[in-house]
């Protein structure tokens, strides 16, 4: 493979990727050389990855814990403060069981190894995130995809398949366009063809319902419904790792079968601990999500009076579709020059001629924050 003439390609081509060093805790400021930097590309929704409550649980369980947490859950890695997480996982999510990873990525490749065999065929929305792609591409079962949210689409694709097992993923926060899964019709088709579903929402928890408990409370589907629930912990709970959650039985079949649970390193017992005051906080933070929910309904609001159109999100993921690589670069550099995080998404995370700033949106902003964005938006739009 000639890494050389591909690296070349992609920076010809404006698809070469670059990391900037950010020097100060994440926040809707964040320091890169000593300048302070507007960030409108954080997925710290409810603003917790700089909690003083969190950090000081965490510091906590550092000392009683220590650092690492010495082997992979199977080993000697399990703690009771990965237990107490997994309880209140449960109890927040109103499931029978969680079981907690390493990540969301590791969460959900674990789904290749524990519920695909070769006669599963794996109906994915188009719009899926990169994890739960590959868990179906490095399974033994075939995957097909369906168009972006189309539920006929998705009953045509299940009637043809229904002589196999079928498992159906679907994000539930489409973490790119912001928009919603018809989770509840996706549901009751599931139900029909007796599919397994699989939903991620990584982006809707914290944020969506109630009590934060995401697009699952909010369209008020239950376990029944949604037998798997993944989710992340580096989004709206400010830290990171990940859970599965569902039956008792699931949760057995993922610790007895899951490779990239049993095969990794444990989570870190302080992070466990910092994850479970961070699920308390979350499902108290009201106020953060009305917040987030008028820094949306502004944002919205001042790019149509700016004629810079809206998206069909109404989250806190909202996408500028700006079209070629080229120009979206161009236009997040140019915010960059203005002091202002808007990260450029390209092919492959997006497809061919959709590429956009993916804005988002924290409890952290606000509206004087949200209007500057609009504004530099505007003025750098054509240069
Ligand atoms: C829908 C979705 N699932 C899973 C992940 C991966 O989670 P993690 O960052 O914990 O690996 C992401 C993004 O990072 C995501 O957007």
Redesign the pocket.
């Known amino acids: 493979m000639d890494l050389v003439s591909e690296i070349n390609n992609r920076k010809r081509d404006n698809l070469y990727r670059n990391r900037r060093s950010i020097s100060s805790a994440q926040g809707p400021l964040v320091l890169i050389n000593g300048e302070e930097f507007l960030n409108f590309s954080s997925?710290d929704y409810l603003g917790l990855a700089n909690s003083d409550i969190l950090k000081a649980a965490m510091v906590e369980a550092v000392n009683e814990y220590g650092l690492g947490s010495g082997s992979s859950q199977l080993v000697v890695g399990h703690s009771v403060a990965h237990e107490l997480l997994e309880n209140k996982l449960t109890e927040f999510l109103n499931r029978d069981a969680a079981l907690v990873?390493?990540?969301?990525?590791?969460?959900?490749l674990a789904i290749a190894s524990v519920l695909i065999d070769s006669n599963t065929i794996i109906l994915q929305d188009k719009l899926?995130?990169?994890?739960?792609i590959d868990a179906a591409r490095l399974s033994d079962g075939k995957l097909v995809r369906y168009r972006h949210s189309d539920i006929d689409h998705l009953k045509t694709l299940l009637e043809k398949h229904k002589q196999n097992n079928l498992v159906v993923m679907t994000?539930?926060?489409?973490?790119?366009d912001g928009d919603y899964a018809p989770a509840a019709e996706i549901a009751s088709l599931c139900k029909t063809y007796n599919a397994v579903l699989i939903i991620?929402?990584?982006?809707g928890l914290g944020v969506l319902g109630d009590t934060g408990a995401g697009l699952l409370e909010l369209q008020d589907l239950d376990q029944s419904q949604v037998p798997l629930l993944?989710g992340?912990?580096?989004?709206s709970f400010g830290g990171?790792?990940?859970f599965i959650s569902g039956s008792a039985i699931y949760v057995d079949a993922f610790i007895q079968k899951a490779r990239t649970y049993i095969y990794t390193t444990a989570m870190l017992p302080s992070i466990a601990v910092a994850m479970t005051q961070a699920i308390e906080l979350v499902s108290n933070a009201d106020e953060h999500r009305k917040t987030l929910c008028s820094l949306i309904y502004l944002f919205k609001e001042l790019m149509q009076e700016a004629n810079l159109g809206a998206s069909v999100s109404c989250s806190h993921i909202q996408p500028f579709i700006v079209g070629s690589a080229d120009k979206t670069v161009g236009l997040s550099d140019a915010l960059f020059k203005n002091n202002i995080l808007a990260a450029a998404i390209r092919p492959p995370t997006v497809s061919k001629n959709t590429s956009r700033l993916r804005l988002s949106f924290t409890a952290g902003h606000n509206k004087i924050q949200v209007a500057s964005l609009v504004q530099e938006i505007k003025n750098n739009l054509n240069e």
């Open positions: 997925n990873f390493s990540s969301g990525y590791m969460a959900n899926n995130h990169a994890s739960l994000d539930g926060v489409f973490s790119m991620d929402d990584a982006h993944i992340t912990f580096g989004k990171c790792g990940a």
